[in-house]
């Protein structure tokens, strides 16, 4: 069963910067790629979505400009740039994996078990 791991949370000041990884324990090429987070008290909500090729992005209105998706298909892995960040981007992060290019929860099959995300002076 296809395993994904999140890496590169943690506590950070706000304006600062963290990048995200998500490694997978098998190919990714074939499948889209989210982001998703989760805060305290508050719905998952998609942060951003990248296809199958990385041709296409998604973001949140929440995150545009500041926040860059990527993927490495050879290195099965995919990134979360995320900049400036704000208190309100404390949350959960987990990635996922579908079929189809979307923001959609029930798109996705596979779930990473998240990384904690802290924006706080």
């Known amino acids: 069963q296809l395993q994904l791991v999140e890496s590169g949370g943690g506590l950070v000041q706000p304006g600062g910067s963290l990048r995200l990884s998500c490694a997978a324990s098998?190919?990714?090429?074939?499948?889209?790629m989210c982001w998703f987070r989760q805060a305290p008290g508050k719905e998952r909500e998609g942060v951003s979505s990248?296809?199958?090729?990385?041709?296409?992005?998604n973001y949140a209105d929440s995150v545009k400009g500041r926040f860059t998706i990527s993927r490495d298909n050879a290195k099965n892995t995919v990134y979360l740039q995320m900049n400036n960040l704000k208190p309100e981007d404390t949350a959960i992060y987990y990635c996922?994996?579908?079929?189809?290019?979307?923001?959609?929860?029930?798109?996705?099959?596979?779930w990473g078990q998240g990384t904690q995300v802290t924006v706080s002076s």
């Open positions: 098998g190919f990714i090429s074939y499948y889209a």
């Open positions: 990248i296809s199958r090729s990385g041709g296409n992005t």
């Open positions: 996922a994996e579908g079929r189809v290019y979307s923001n959609l929860q029930d798109e996705y099959d596979y």
